[in-house]
């Protein structure tokens, strides 16, 4: 069973910046691909980046190409969301989810955090 804990969210104001970790415990984190989803009130849980097992390879949803970057630590057991150029449509509950492969739907995935809300103002 692996255990997911996110941090790092809070209030920023538009074209500020914050750094999302997600540390996990209670597997191999280095055979898994992590990724984050976020889900804004009223709509669907959506994908927003991935990475490899590896750190290899990764994936950006199209909103946040350019202005987010995921890593991973592997010898840390976290991932991180590097978030910048933030606007008001980026305000969610941001979660972090580990599985075989990486960018799949979130129905893939078995092992959800309890995510952290962001929020960006106008």
């Known amino acids: 069973q692996v255990q997911l804990v996110e941090s790092g969210g809070g209030l920023v104001q538009a074209g500020g910046s914050l750094r999302l970790s997600c540390a996990t415990s209670?597997?191999?984190?280095?055979?898994?691909?992590m990724n984050w989803f976020r889900q804004a009130p009223g709509k669907e849980r959506e994908f927003v980046a991935a990475?490899?097992?590896?750190?290899?390879?990764?994936y950006y949803a199209d909103p946040v190409k350019g202005r987010f970057t995921i890593s991973r630590d592997n010898a840390k057991s976290t991932v991180y969301l590097e978030m910048n150029s933030l606007i008001p449509e980026d305000t969610a509950v941001y979660y972090c989810?580990?599985?075989?492969?990486?960018?799949?739907?979130?129905?893939?995935?078995?092992?959800w955090g309890q995510g952290t809300q962001v929020t960006v103002s106008s």
């Open positions: 989810t580990a599985g075989t492969l990486p960018a799949r739907p979130p129905g893939y995935y078995s092992y």
């Open positions: 209670g597997g191999t984190f280095s055979r898994y691909a």
């Open positions: 990475i490899s097992w590896s750190g290899g390879t990764t």
